[in-house]
């Protein structure tokens, strides 16, 4: 069964950091690729970031480009994504996703009309100003 656990999440200031992790089961995690997402209440779903497990390609979204950064612990199969420089409009339910072709990761991240194969629970980030 596939499972994907993410955590980390929680109430910070605006200009604060926050490490959200993704713990990855139930399939080979070298092979696929894993994704970060975000959706605020009445918004539609916004891709964040992506990393490849096997040969370690990240892509960023524009809005967090230079403030986030994905990373892998591949013997822990985790995925992070490290958040600095938090802002408002940061403030989301963060979900982690996987699949296993990296071209439809990254196309996922850039278009909502593409989805990973697998999703799993969201954790809550909070920005206050």
């Known amino acids: 069964e596939v499972q994907l656990q993410a955590s980390g999440g929680g109430l910070v200031q605006a200009g604060g950091s926050l490490r959200l992790s993704c713990a990855a089961s139930?399939?080979?995690?070298?092979?696929?690729?894993i994704g970060w997402f975000r959706q605020a209440p009445g918004k539609e779903r916004e891709g964040v970031s992506c990393?490849?497990?096997?040969?370690?390609?990240?892509y960023y979204a524009d809005s967090v480009k230079g403030r986030f950064t994905i990373s892998s612990d591949n013997a822990k199969n985790t995925v992070y994504l490290q958040m600095n420089s938090l802002k408002p409009e940061d403030t989301a339910v963060y979900y982690c996703?996987?699949?296993?072709?990296?071209?439809?990761?990254?196309?996922?991240?850039?278009?909502?009309?593409?989805?990973?194969?697998?999703w799993g629970q969201g954790t809550q980030v909070t920005v206050s100003s």
């Open positions: 996703a996987a699949d296993s072709r990296w071209h439809h990761m990254v196309h996922s991240i850039v278009v909502v009309t593409t989805t990973p194969d697998y």
């Open positions: 139930g399939f080979t995690f070298d092979d696929y690729a």
């Open positions: 990393i490849s497990s096997s040969d370690g390609r990240t």
